[in-house]
């Protein structure tokens, strides 16, 4: 297969950046897999020593991604007022 692609690369040149592009958005997506995987608090892996993650975080622990508006280095309460 390498070498069937390794030829149809020397033959049609322009298919190098999207071979390209192909590879780094299947990397970048992978990882923001393993990402959610490993850094969610709603994923749990170990069921014995933490069986209800969430629970133990911090208020100002910042699991997002990206964060907006909110500076979870200065917040203080433990939840919303309802």
């Known amino acids: ?35 959610l995987a490993l850094r969610n608090p709603d994923v749990c892996w170990d069921k014995k020593n933490n069986p209800e993650p969430w629970t133990k975080m911090d208020p100002t622990h910042q699991y997002k991604f990206y964060a907006i508006n909110v500076d979870y280095s200065k917040l203080k309460k433990q939840g919303p007022d309802f």
């Open 1 to 35: 297969m390498l070498g069937t692609l390794r030829k149809q690369l020397k033959s049609h040149p322009a298919l190098i950046p999207l071979l390209f592009f192909i590879g780094g958005g299947a990397a970048m997506s992978m990882g923001y897999l393993a990402r």
